[in-house]
């Protein structure tokens, strides 16, 4: 779908960070769903399938609950490669630990996002998290302030790749937020939140 050449580009301005593996997007090229993650973990680096680690068991039960599968829907995240960093457990040997992108990082992969959603005219775009949500639209509330509402907006593609600045596009987009399903690993009370917001998106998804 996407051109190995801009891939490339996007690899080598990444090289410069603590960050490995590549993970393509995967879906359809005219999917019912669009949903951006923030970044592949060590499960996604290893194996290439998007959300397959201990949150993508979160994301599985989102999409048994809208009634859909992996094959209708787009699955990306706002960088492809896994950002890590170093530490060292209590007598263990020091290892990698996921961590969270960097603007730096985003802008990097950006053009790759872009053109994803370029291609395939997602009818609705979900960000899970918070990084996610900056991507698309260039600011951080908090995300109980924004989940389970309907956005209708323009949203950010990278403008100017030495600079990382950002414009948005002269389409406008609906952007359905949601909670990151590895958020539930942490405060498992989101879940009846979350499913009280895939229900709206649910009812939505009737009319596509």
């Known amino acids: 779908m996407l051109s190995e050449d801009l891939i490339t580009q996007c690899k080598l301005r990444l090289e410069p960070f603590a ?4 993970v393509y997007g995967t879906g359809p090229t005219r999917p019912l769903l669009m949903f951006v993650g923030e ?4 499960t996604e680096i290893n194996n290439g399938i998007p ?3 201990r949150a993508g068991k979160y994301f599985d039960h989102y999409l048994e609950h ?3 599968t992996r094959n209708d829907i787009y699955i990306t995240s706002s960088v492809r490669s ?12 020091a290892r990698k630990y996921n961590r969270t992108p960097n603007k730096k990082e985003i802008a990097a992969h950006a053009p ?8 395939t005219k997602p009818p609705i775009i979900v960000p899970m998290g918070r990084i996610a949500y900056w991507r698309l639209l260039g600011f951080s509330p908090k995300m109980e302030e924004v989940t389970g509402t309907f956005i209708h ?8 790749w030495e600079k990382n600045t950002y414009d948005f596009t002269p389409e406008t987009y609906t952007i359905f937020p949601l909670y990151h399903p590895a958020a539930v690993l942490y ?22």
């Open 19 to 22: 960050c490995e593996g590549f």
């Open 39 to 42: 970044a592949p973990g060590e």
């Open 51 to 53: 959300f397959s680690g």
């Open 66 to 68: 809208l009634g859909i």
């Open 82 to 93: 896994r950002p890590y960093k170093w530490g060292k457990p209590h007598n263990k040997p």
């Open 112 to 119: 790759i996002l872009d053109a994803e959603i370029e291609t």
């Open 153 to 160: 907006s323009p949203i950010r593609r990278l403008d100017d």
């Open 187 to 208: 405060k498992r009370s989101l879940e009846t939140i979350i499913y009280t917001h895939l229900n709206e998106l649910k009812s939505a998804l009737k009319n596509i």
